[in-house]
Structures are given as structure tokens and as C-alpha cells.
């Protein structure tokens, strides 16, 4: 227990106190800065660790989120460069089995068949997208070429130094990508050797739209060969680049062979960056370079390989500062908490209250701050899942696109072949029912009247066959003058006989012998026979069954052939789906006759529409142009024999 005083004493000790408490002061005052630097470098230490941590690790997310789509991207560009390529691959196999481009590449060829082939070639390559088509002797010099008559044509070309001649004379094809010695322009070139004649047939294939199509999309994409040069290229300045050194053997191969004519083979300014296989740096000549991510994949059938350079622009810099940010904000928060905890014990009684009212509503904030940035965790997570679904359902609908696409060619061929070759195959029966029994009647002209039709009959498949080839071949419709009397005549010898069976009449207004419209008669005769087909579908089972056939005067150059019929008709919302592929009113239709019928008019550069009649019934019309009568009619259609169309008088006929 401490001794009292008196108060003497009592006010010297206080005295005595007063005085000490400044020394006291003093004394402590040295060691405070000091601890509140510490404490602020610490803070500051800790607060630039998590920013760096924070950062690298949005750093990778990033890049692993660019990865993924540039993966995508790649995938796509690998299949849209080999789609490019297979459209031609078959040409130099299809052109090297033709007789013409044999005879032309044989010992002494005519002239005139070199000016026909070269004719050919420039519409082959024109209708196919190729640059150029050429015909080369077995000696190496050039006889046929699509180009010829234009300015640096290849007739006359010696290129039997080229390896993809040497390919093609010694194993029967080749492939080389390389600078044209004449044109100056790089391409592939795809050669076959032909038959018995020794020749080679060559296709160049030129890929400027594929490259401008990379540079309008941004990114930078090549194409590599198996030595590493690079062929095709977004950046002009990259092609004939290399990616790996190239031995002073193959340099000097390459230019004896001038397969890339004076390019200089230097290596493509891609520079590594340590640590990151994929991340390179790529400069732009006197630009600064900049960082992109490198991916690659084979090209299948190929020894080619497709690389694409996304650049990561400002993508990965603003996730790094915004987590810097983000951690900076959440440790600084943290430290000015640690710090108000730490400097609580020192206070006074009331300054501790404040301190503690201080503390809570600082963990308040850090607590707030803390779940926005928690949701906004929650948000990236989920945008990035989303990315990833919209990802897979963008593929999957390519998929499903590319397989409706199968299938609807595979349904237009099968819909065309049984279009065109039943009703024939229906007809012919018809007339051999009939000439036996003209036979055993005894009317033998009559009946060979009937053999005659089954024969002219029988050509018409024959000619169905090499429409349906020329088809396959992409081959453009033809436009030329044929009688509209033949054309109808031929259509309706297919139908009146089912028109017969039925009971349903058939008024037909025959058209004039001298009418002539531009087009292509067997086509034609199928869209009249389509349309007849659905008339006749259209009135079966219905009351007073009727169709009829009509020519009108559209315009002064055109001619307008109507099918009407009474039947209950189309409404207004089924009329603007009639023409739409796989859309049908009948319940075992595939919807394709009414599309192919109006893609075949469009060829002949006419139209087809349909009009609901006011009498009841439908209307479909097709107008097509006017035609000069030429000197002598077309063997494409041919008028029927006589007896063959009967059932059609000059105005109107009843079957």
C-alpha cells in the first residue's frame, strides 16, 4: 500500500509529475514514426503481392479464355481453306478422262480442236472458280490453256521443268504450290497425267479471296508447308516466309525449280517469349511488335498446316488491372483494418469506444465490398460458362446446318429422278399397251406410230440421264430458241393418259406452230408436266373435275403458259409458301417438284407465280421470253409423231 502525504507533499508529486510527463513524451515520440512506417510498409508490401498474384492469376484466366476461342476460330479456318480446296480437287481427274483434251494433247492436233479446247477450258474455269486451266504435251510445252488469247497466255510455255509435270508423267498426278513464272501470282497447282495420250492436264487454284477474307477478319492466319514456308498468308508480307531455317540444298532447289520465283525465303518475324510456348511477339516492319497467341493445326489431306496470331490487345491487360485493382482495394481495406485493430490497445477509454464504432463500420465496408466483389466473381464465372454454351450450341448448329444441307440435296436428286423418269417409264407403257393392241387389230401403221413415240420416248430418259450428269457437274442451264407447240405437246403426251384414266378433261389452247421462247426444251417440258401432275392432283375426287392449258401474250417479247384448274384452291398463306422447299399440301408430298420447277424457269430467265382464279380453282403462270424462229429448230425438243398427242386439238381437246 503506498505511503500517504500531506499536502505539501501531494502538490509536489504533482509538481514532480507534471514535469516528468513531458520527458516521458519525448521520449516516446522517436519510436511512433517508426512504427507507422513499418506498419505502412508492410501494408504497402502486402498490398503490391496480392495485386500481383490477383494479376497473374486473371492473367491466365484470360488467356485461357482466348485459347479456347481461338481454337474455335481455328477449327472453322482449317474447314472453310479445305472446303476451297476440294471444290477443285476432282477437276483435274474429270478433265484428264475427256476424248478432246486427249486428242489435243496427242501427236499433231488440229487448230481448230486447240481453239476448242481452250474455249472449253476458260468456261471450266470460269463456272469453277479455278485462275487457270492448261494442257500440257508430253514434252512439256503447253497447247491449250484457258487463258489463251489474253496477255501472258501459257500456250507455247515450256514447263516440264516444274515438279508438279514431273508428279503427274511418273505417278499419274501431282500437287505443287509455287509463283507463277508468267503470271507472277502464287497458287496450287494440281495436275493429272492423261490416259493413253502422255499429257498432263493442270488446274492452278488462286487463294486472294480466302486471304482478304482473313485480313477483313482481323486476325492473323498463314498456311505452312511440311519445310516450314509459308504459302497463303492474311499479311502479304509474310508469304514465302519461313518458320524454320532452310538448308542451302532445298534453297538451291527451290530457285533452279522457280518455285518461288525471287521471294526471298527469309524466317517469319515471330519472336518466342520465354515461358509461354504459345505467346510470340510479331513485328510489323518498323512498328512496334506486338503480342499474339499462336495456335496451329493440320490441314487433312495435306502436309499443310493452318496457324492463326489472335492478338491479345488490350484483353488480358485490362483483366490484369482490373485485378489489381480489385486485390489492391480488398488489402488496402485489410491493412487500414489491421491497423485501426492494432492501434485500439493504446487508445483511452473513449477513444476506444470511437475506435471500436470506427472498427465496425470499417468491417461494414470491407464486408460490402467484399460481396460486390464476390458477385462479380459470380457474374465473370457465369459469362464465361455462357461463352462456353453459346460455344457448343454454335457448333452444333453448324452440324446440323451442314446436314440439312446433305439433305436436301440428297432429296432434290432423288426428287428430280423420280419426277422425270416415271412419268416417261408410264407413257411408254401406254403406247407398247397400245401398239399390241394395234397389233393384233391389224393396224400395223398405227402401231409403229406408237413404237415411234416409245423410242422418242426412250431418248428422253437417255436425255434425262445427261441432264441429271450435267447437274452433278454444275453445269449452267441453256438458252436457246425452242417451239412452245412441242414443248406443251411433249408435256401433255406424259399426263393424258393418267388424265384419261381419271375421267378429268383436259382443255388445251395449242400454241402457234411459230412460237418459239428462249430456254431449254426437256426442262421446260418437265415444269409443264409438274404442273399438270398437281392440276390433275388438285381436282381428283372434287365435282365437276376440269384443267386447262393456255398460252397468253405477256408482253410484246414475252409469253405467258398457264395451268388452271378447278380444284378448291390455295389460300393466300399457303400461295406464299408453295414454292418453299419441303413444304407440301399433300400428305405423302416431299415439297420439292414446285421449287425445282421455278429454279428452272429462273434458269431460262423467265418466272413462275401463282394466282388464285376468280372462277375458282388455281392459276400457276410461267412467263418466259420471246424467241426469234431460228433457221432450223433445236434437237433438244422435238415435235411428236403424228398420233402421238391426239388428245390435243388446235383450241381445245377432252381426254
Not at 486485390?327 to 473513449?350: D, H, I, K, Q
Not at 457448333?395 to 432434290?412: C, F, I, M, N, T
Not at 404442273?531 to 408482253?555: C, F, I, M, S, Y
Request: proline content about 6%.
Amino acid at each position: 500500500m503506498a505511503p500517504e502525504f500531506g499536502p505539501e507533499s501531494r502538490s509536489g508529486s504533482a509538481r514532480v509529475t507534471g514535469a516528468a510527463d513531458p520527458a516521458e513524451g519525448t521520449a516516446a515520440r522517436p519510436h511512433a514514426p517508426s512504427r507507422r512506417s513499418l506498419v505502412l510498409l508492410a501494408s504497402l508490401a502486402a498490398i503490391l503481392l496480392a495485386a500481383w498474384g490477383a494479376g497473374t492469376i486473371a492473367e491466365r484466366w484470360a488467356l485461357a479464355d482466348l485459347r479456347r476461342t481461338a481454337q474455335a476460330a481455328l477449327g472453322l479456318q482449317v474447314g472453310a481453306l479445305r472446303a476451297e480446296m476440294q471444290k477443285q480437287a476432282s477437276l483435274p481427274l474429270a478433265l484428264a478422262a475427256d476424248p478432246e483434251i486427249a486428242a489435243a494433247a496427242g501427236p499433231s492436233p488440229a487448230p481448230a480442236l486447240l481453239d476448242s479446247v481452250s474455249r472449253r477450258l476458260a468456261q471450266v474455269a470460269e463456272a469453277t472458280g479455278a485462275a487457270v486451266i492448261y494442257v500440257i504435251r508430253p514434252d512439256g510445252i503447253t497447247v491449250a490453256a484457258s487463258n489463251a488469247g489474253a496477255p501472258g497466255s501459257f500456250l507455247g510455255r515450256d514447263y516440264a521443268f516444274r515438279p508438279y509435270f514431273e508428279q503427274a508423267m511418273q505417278a499419274g498426278a501431282g500437287s505443287q504450290f509455287a509463283l507463277g513464272t508468267v503470271s507472277g501470282r502464287a497458287g496450287l497447282y494440281l495436275s493429272r497425267r492423261i490416259g493413253s495420250a502422255g499429257g498432263v492436264v493442270v488446274v492452278k487454284i488462286e487463294f486472294d479471296a480466302v486471304e482478304a477474307a482473313w485480313r477483313k477478319a482481323g486476325d492473323g492466319v498463314f498456311v505452312a508447308d511440311a519445310r516450314g514456308i509459308v504459302l497463303v498468308a492474311s499479311e502479304p508480307s509474310w508469304r514465302f516466309t519461313t518458320l524454320r531455317r532452310i538448308d542451302e540444298a532445298e534453297r538451291r532447289r527451290i530457285r533452279e525449280t522457280l518455285e518461288f520465283g525471287a521471294g526471298p525465303i527469309e524466317a517469319m518475324p515471330l519472336y518466342p517469349i520465354a515461358g509461354a510456348p504459345d505467346l510470340v511477339r510479331v513485328g510489323q516492319g518498323a512498328q512496334p511488335a506486338r503480342t499474339a497467341l499462336l495456335l496451329g493445326a493440320p490441314i487433312p489431306g495435306t502436309g499443310w498446316r493452318l496457324s492463326t496470331l489472335t492478338p491479345l490487345g488490350g484483353t488480358v491487360e485490362r483483366e490484369r488491372v482490373q485485378a489489381w485493382i480489385i486485390a489492391a482495394l480488398v488489402t488496402g481495406l485489410a491493412c487500414l483494418g489491421l491497423t485501426a485493430l492494432a492501434g485500439r490497445g493504446r487508445r483511452s477509454r473513449e477513444r476506444l469506444a470511437r475506435a471500436s464504432a470506427q472498427r465496425d463500420a470499417l468491417e461494414a465496408r470491407v464486408r460490402e465490398r467484399t460481396l460486390e466483389l464476390t458477385d462479380a466473381n459470380r457474374m465473370l464465372r457465369l459469362e464465361i460458362e455462357e461463352r462456353r454454351r453459346a460455344e457448343a450450341e454454335r457448333e452444333r448448329l453448324g452440324r446440323e446446318l451442314a446436314q440439312a444441307g446433305r439433305l436436301a440435296a440428297l432429296g432434290q436428286f432423288a426428287a428430280s429422278m423420280a419426277h422425270e423418269i416415271n412419268q416417261p417409264l408410264a407413257a411408254i407403257r401406254a403406247y407398247a399397251d397400245n401398239a399390241a393392241i394395234l397389233v393384233r387389230r391389224g393396224r400395223a401403221e398405227e402401231a409403229a406410230e406408237n413404237t415411234v413415240a416409245i423410242g422418242r420416248l426412250t431418248d428422253r430418259i437417255g436425255g434425262l440421264t445427261r441432264q441429271l450428269k450435267g447437274f452433278a457437274r454444275r453445269s449452267s442451264a441453256r438458252r436457246e430458241p425452242v417451239p412452245l407447240d412441242a414443248v406443251l405437246r411433249n408435256g401433255l403426251e406424259l399426263v393424258e393418259a393418267r388424265a384419261a384414266a381419271a375421267g378429268i378433261p383436259l382443255a388445251v389452247e395449242a400454241a402457234s406452230p411459230d412460237l418459239h421462247v428462249l430456254g431449254d426444251g426437256p426442262r421446260l417440258e418437265q415444269v409443264v408436266v409438274n404442273l399438270l401432275q398437281n392440276a390433275l392432283d388438285a381436282v381428283t375426287g372434287q365435282p365437276g373435275p376440269r384443267v386447262g392449258l393456255r398460252v397468253r401474250e405477256a408482253a410484246p417479247d414475252r409469253v405467258a403458259i398457264e395451268v388452271h384448274d378447278t380444284g378448291p384452291g390455295l389460300p393466300e398463306a399457303l400461295r406464299a409458301q408453295v414454292f418453299d422447299a419441303f413444304f407440301t399440301t399433300k400428305p405423302d408430298g416431299l415439297g420439292l417438284g414446285l421449287a425445282i420447277a421455278r429454279g428452272i424457269v429462273e434458269d431460262c430467265g423467265g418466272s413462275l407465280t401463282v394466282l388464285d382464279d376468280p372462277a375458282g380453282g388455281t392459276v400457276f403462270r410461267m412467263e418466259l421470253a420471246r424467241a426469234p424462229v431460228p433457221s432450223e429448230a433445236p434437237a433438244s425438243v422435238q415435235a411428236p409423231a403424228h398420233g402421238a398427242a391426239m388428245a390435243v386439238a388446235p383450241l381445245e381437246a377432252t381426254t
